[in-house]
């Protein structure tokens, strides 16, 4: 069984990633490989929002098109990775240990936030997923906790990957060409996030709106930026821990598409 898997964060920007010809869809097709194979996958997505902790506990997940108005082709598309139920009930019981009420949903199936970026990873879909939802009304260091009270999971064969953006300003995506190079205020927020990300700066990547170059128009909604805390959480131990940068660029210009590894 693999031991000391790395958490891992990755911007998932548009759910057309899977398809378009960007250089994050490279990455993401070589990530899988670059890992060791992980019995189970815990995915923590910004497209599950909840009031308290929930985990996915459903043995056959279906595939959730939460978005509209894009290809037919992308409606089209399935992942039908077999839930993973023995890593739901770990979940529980670990968040349940560490004082963190949660819940059991078995009926939610992979939005896109998890299945894109896992079907770019693992085309197969031979490694079971369970998925752990955010709480947008909760504040950023409950995720560093719910990350931390995870880590044991990667010592366990598990493979725990948040899926989120490191910048996520939707209202100027329509600006900018896909490809087009990017703006200051996203670049200055990449650029930060990253510094603290790699220097294992844990107080201000919590205080992201504030001390984060325009922080608030980066991130409109804590949503896309939560997921990163639970994979520092899970990644980096008790002391927070230093982070590597895996993965930079952009598309239209304002969604950094960084990823992150942590241990």
């Known amino acids: 069984m693999p031991a000391n898997i790395p958490a891992i964060f990755v911007s998932h ?3 057309t990633l899977v398809m378009d010809n960007v250089p994050t869809r490279d990455f993401l097709m070589g990530l899988g490989k670059s890992l060791p194979r992980p019995r189970a996958i815990l995915a923590v997505s910004a497209h599950w929002d909840t009031e308290a902790p929930r985990v996915t506990t459903d043995a056959a997940p279906h595939t959730m098109y939460d978005f509209y108005g894009f290809p037919d082709e992308l409606y089209e598309m399935k992942y039908p990775a077999p839930g993973a139920t023995a890593l739901a009930a770990r979940t529980l019981e670990l968040l349940d240990a560490a004082g963190v009420p949660a819940g059991a949903d078995a009926k939610r199936g992979y ?8 079907k770019l990873m693992y085309p197969e879909a031979d490694i079971p997923v369970a998925q752990l939802s955010i709480q947008t009304r909760r504040h ?3 995720h560093l906790a719910m990350g931390r009270a995870l880590a044991p999971l990667r010592q366990e064969g598990v493979l725990v990957i948040a899926s989120g953006n490191a910048t996520h300003n939707l209202r100027d995506v329509f600006n900018h060409d896909m490809l087009a190079a990017p703006v200051p205020y996203a670049k200055a927020f990449a650029d930060w996030l990253a510094g ?3 220097a294992g700066e844990t107080a201000p990547l919590l205080d992201y709106l504030s001390q984060g170059p325009n922080g608030a128009r980066n991130h409109p ?7 990163l805390l ?4 899970a990644g980096g131990g008790a002391d927070g821990g230093k982070g590597r940068l895996l993965h930079d660029g ?6 950094s ?4 590894a942590w241990g």
Do not use: Q, R
Not at 257 to 260: E, G, K, N, V
């Open 196 to 198: 603290n990300v790699e």
């Open 140 to 142: 950023p260091a409950a």
């Open 13 to 15: 920007g548009a759910p």
């Open 257 to 260: 598409m960084a990823a992150y």
């Open 221 to 227: 909604s804590a949503d896309h930026y939560l997921p």
């Open 250 to 255: 952009y598309t239209y210009g304002v969604l």
């Open 111 to 118: 939005d896109h936030g998890a299945w894109v970026p896992l």
């Open 230 to 233: 639970v994979a520092l959480g």
